[in-house]
């Protein structure tokens, strides 16, 4: 085991005399660090003996209490002042907060050098080291012995729980809920200090720091493979777990996770090849319902939201955005299937699933379209509703919009009469595009968003200018329309609006 406090300072040659803190001599020291740094606390992991010439101690009174608490809280075993150098005189208000943390307070004899201490401490450490090495190879074989399905999750964080003597959360630092469906939750006492800080639990920015909260030392480390994936660590005893195990234990459970998404991605993806399918009308309703219950959707009763970036977002950016959207579903315990096609996300969920976690999953900066309740048979219009309602969305700035719920979108309020807005004045276009080899539609759509300039146009789509003006005309042709005349811009603008929306 890793030395006492007790025991160093009771070791005849170095000569060292305990100030303060005496109810803390049990504390068991993994190492002996030197700092002269102003924010002590901000270089400690767990375990160390805190060795500083004066200089990082402040002169007032409250300055000292204030570096006893936070070397504490942050899992410091003792602070040691080396004599006759450079700290101001120690308060009673000090020595007192050292006593009652406890925080034993040695005092270093000049001019013994710092390195003596450490080397005591690292001579000590020999056997640690050695047991170190030997739960470092346990807490890997528990990886090599859990199984890849998402099933065996929970069991490999209680057998590394029982091995660290802890208790082990695995949590999104966004939202503190737990990153697998079958994690356990936040205790109550921690939910309530962190809920506030949502996003940045780690409140010094640090991948490893230990906290006190409430009387109790809490550990927060990054999962090294996963971005905002967070683990909690509460020890049940002192010592408390070695820190470079529980580096070991991140990783092993990073590794997990990766696995487990490996194999979600290949659902993922048969997933996505059944809802094209379906959409494009390539399957039977009796084949649709048994492929779709195999996602664990309900075939009779479910919702299709489409999705896409904000409005105020680039459109570069929704791939990534949206990529990640089925593994958030699962995690939330949400059975899906989703199929990414013209940066729109489309997404099958049973049709109970509360809005609040679909736009939690998607991110509130997402803009969410979603079909009235309906049988996987009448999916394709339920993409059309889908696509209505993410228009609606996206033009009215609400983020998430159910079709024949939300606000009438372009003075119309139903696909079927944007469609049939769309089919009259645009219907004479695609017919003669059929025909003909033409670029009316996107002549059309450039003109309208370069101004009606004839000029701009030709240069968007590398033409001649003459070329421009006769397509326009050809448009007027077709429609019957005087494309001189702005009512006749605006109800154009209008259809084009809708055919893009039902059409990503």
Same mark, same amino acid.
Not at 183 to 205: K, R, T, Y
């Given at each position: 085991?890793?030395?006492? =406090?007790?025991?160093?300072?009771?070791?005849?040659?170095?000569?060292?005399?305990?100030?303060?803190?005496?109810?803390?001599?049990?504390?068991?020291?993994?190492?002996?660090?030197?700092?002269?740094?102003?924010?002590?606390w901000e270089w400690v992991t767990g375990g160390e003996l805190m060795m500083t010439n004066g200089l990082?101690?402040?002169?007032?009174?409250?300055?000292?209490?204030?570096?006893?608490?936070?070397?504490?809280?942050?899992?410091?075993?003792?602070?040691?002042?080396?004599?006759?150098?450079?700290?101001?005189?120690?308060?009673?208000?000090?020595?007192?907060?050292?006593?009652?943390?406890? +925080?034993p307070l040695i005092n270093i004899p000049y001019p013994l050098p710092f390195i003596a201490i450490a080397?005591?401490?690292?001579?000590?450490?020999?056997?640690?080291?050695?047991?170190?090495?030997?739960?470092?190879?346990?807490?890997?074989?528990?990886?090599?012995?859990?199984?890849?399905?998402?099933?065996?999750?929970?069991?490999?964080?209680?057998?590394?729980?029982?091995?660290?003597?802890?208790?082990?959360?695995?949590?999104?630092?966004?939202?503190?809920?737990?990153?697998?469906?079958?994690?356990?939750?936040?205790?109550?006492?921690?939910?309530?200090?962190?809920?506030?800080?949502?996003?940045?639990?780690?409140?010094?920015?640090?991948?490893?720091?230990?906290?006190?909260?409430?009387?109790?030392?809490?550990?927060?480390?990054?999962?090294?493979?996963?971005?905002?994936?967070?683990?909690?660590?509460?020890?049940?005893?002192?010592? #408390?777990?070695?820190?470079? =195990? +529980?580096?070991?234990?991140?990783?092993?459970?990073?590794?997990? +996770?990766?696995?487990?998404?490996?194999?979600?991605?290949?659902?993922?993806?048969?997933?996505?090849?059944?809802?094209?399918?379906?959409?494009?009308?390539?399957?039977?309703?009796?084949?649709?319902?048994?492929?779709?219950?195999?996602?664990?959707?309900?075939?009779?009763?479910? +919702?299709?939201?489409?999705?896409?970036?904000?409005?105020?977002?680039?459109?570069?950016?929704?791939?990534?955005?949206?990529?990640?959207?089925?593994?958030?579903?699962?995690?939330?315990?949400?059975?899906?299937?989703?199929?990414?096609?013209?940066?729109?996300?489309?997404?099958?969920?049973?049709?109970?699933?509360?809005?609040?976690?679909?736009?939690?999953?998607?991110?509130?900066?997402?803009?969410?379209?979603?079909?009235?309740?309906?049988?996987?048979?009448?999916?394709?219009?339920?993409?059309?509703?889908?696509?209505?309602?993410?228009?609606?969305?996206?033009?009215?700035?609400?983020?998430?919009?159910?079709?024949?719920?939300?606000?009438?979108?372009?003075?119309?309020?139903?696909?079927?009469?944007?469609?049939?807005?769309?089919?009259?004045?645009?219907?004479?276009?695609?017919?003669?595009?059929?025909?003909?080899?033409?670029?009316?539609?996107?002549?059309?759509?450039?003109?309208?968003?370069?101004?009606?300039?004839?000029?701009?146009?030709?240069?968007?789509?590398?033409?001649?200018?003459?070329?421009?003006?006769?397509?326009?005309?050809?448009?007027?042709?077709?429609?019957?329309?005087?494309?001189?005349?702005?009512?006749?811009?605006?109800?154009?603008?209008?259809?084009?609006?809708?055919?893009?929306?039902? #059409?990503?």
């Amino acid at each position: 085991m890793a030395i006492t =406090v007790a025991e160093l300072v009771a070791e005849p040659q170095l000569g060292l005399t305990l100030l303060a803190g005496s109810a803390g001599l049990d504390n068991r020291i993994t190492w002996a660090h030197t700092s002269d740094l102003p924010r002590l606390w901000e270089w400690v992991t767990g375990g160390e003996l805190m060795m500083t010439n004066g200089l990082s101690i402040p002169a007032d009174a409250d300055g000292q209490v204030a570096l006893a608490e936070s070397l504490r809280d942050s899992g410091a075993s003792a602070l040691a002042i080396g004599e006759k150098m450079h700290a101001p005189p120690l308060t009673e208000e000090f020595l007192a907060a050292c006593d009652e943390l406890p +925080l034993p307070l040695i005092n270093i004899p000049y001019p013994l050098p710092f390195i003596a201490i450490a080397r005591s401490v690292a001579e000590s450490s020999l056997l640690e080291e050695s047991r170190r090495l030997r739960q470092t190879a346990r807490v890997y074989d528990l990886l090599r012995t859990a199984g890849a399905s998402e099933d065996h999750w929970q069991s490999l964080v209680q057998r590394l729980a029982t091995e660290l003597d802890a208790d082990l959360y695995v949590v999104d630092r966004r939202c503190l809920h737990p990153w697998h469906p079958d994690g356990d939750v936040l205790p109550v006492f921690l939910a309530e200090e962190w809920a506030p800080l949502s996003g940045q639990v780690s409140l010094a920015g640090k991948n490893f720091q230990w906290h006190r909260i409430r009387g109790r030392h809490v550990l927060t480390m990054d999962i090294p493979t996963h971005a905002n994936a967070l683990l909690v660590v509460l020890p049940h005893s002192e010592p #408390h777990p070695d820190a470079v =195990v +529980l580096l070991h234990a991140a990783t092993v459970l990073g590794l997990q +996770l990766s696995r487990i998404v490996l194999s979600l991605e290949g659902r993922h993806r048969l997933a996505g090849e059944f809802l094209l399918q379906a959409m494009d009308g390539r399957l039977g309703v009796a084949e649709m319902e048994s492929r779709l219950a195999g996602f664990e959707v309900p075939p009779q009763e479910l +919702l299709l939201a489409s999705m896409a970036a904000g409005a105020y977002q680039k459109t570069a950016d929704d791939g990534d955005r949206l990529a990640n959207v089925h593994v958030e579903l699962w995690r939330h315990g949400v059975a899906s299937a989703s199929l990414k096609r013209n940066n729109r996300l489309h997404v099958a969920v049973p049709a109970d699933v509360p809005v609040d976690i679909l736009v939690h999953c998607a991110g509130r900066e997402t803009s969410i379209g979603i079909s009235a309740p309906a049988a996987v048979a009448n999916i394709q219009r339920a993409l059309q509703e889908s696509l209505w309602a993410l228009g609606s969305a996206r033009a009215t700035n609400q983020g998430l919009t159910r079709y024949e719920q939300g606000p009438s979108w372009l003075g119309l309020t139903s696909f079927e009469e944007g469609t049939a807005l769309v089919r009259r004045l645009l219907g004479p276009i695609f017919d003669y595009e059929q025909s003909q080899e033409g670029d009316l539609i996107v002549t059309l759509r450039t003109y309208l968003d370069s101004q009606r300039s004839w000029q701009k146009t030709a240069t968007a789509l590398f033409a001649h200018r003459q070329t421009i003006i006769y397509r326009i005309r050809k448009i007027g042709e077709l429609t019957g329309l005087d494309m001189g005349e702005t009512s006749t811009v605006a109800q154009l603008w209008f259809a084009l609006q809708i055919h893009e929306a039902m #059409h990503q």
